[in-house]
């Protein structure tokens, strides 16, 4: 895959590769946000929009998900491990939204 910004090259590799140069895996927490929650996530990156947390996975010394998952395992009624996509290998390069 090549991407193009302007028509100039400004990444060439296979989507597998650029998603994992580019782009992060997330967990989305879905809970309300609380004191409580809050506290679970005391030191480890993350953020709250809408209805659930965002936590960076790729390279956090000191989270294990399985850990945090198991542990908290009362709290959460729903979750997903979102990866990223060529839309975001695409906005990371050139600063813009793909236009269709």
């Known amino acids: 895959v090549v991407i193009l910004d302007k028509g100039r090259i400004v990444a060439e590799d296979t989507p597998a590769a ?3 140069k580019y ?5 989305i927490w879905y809970v309300e946000k609380c004191s409580d929650n809050e506290a679970v996530l005391k030191g480890i990156e993350h953020s709250y929009e809408a209805d659930h947390y ?3 996975l790729e390279s956090k010394e000191g989270f294990h998900l399985s850990e945090f998952l ?4 009362n709290k959460i009624r ?3 491990i ?8 695409f906005l990371h390069l050139t600063g813009r939204k793909l236009e269709v």
């Open 18 to 20: 650029l998603k994992r």
């Open 23 to 27: 782009t992060n895996t997330k967990l």
């Open 54 to 56: 965002i936590v960076p």
């Open 70 to 73: 198991y542990t908290n395992r």
């Open 78 to 80: 729903d979750y997903e």
């Open 82 to 89: 979102v990866k990223g996509s060529m839309d975001d290998v």
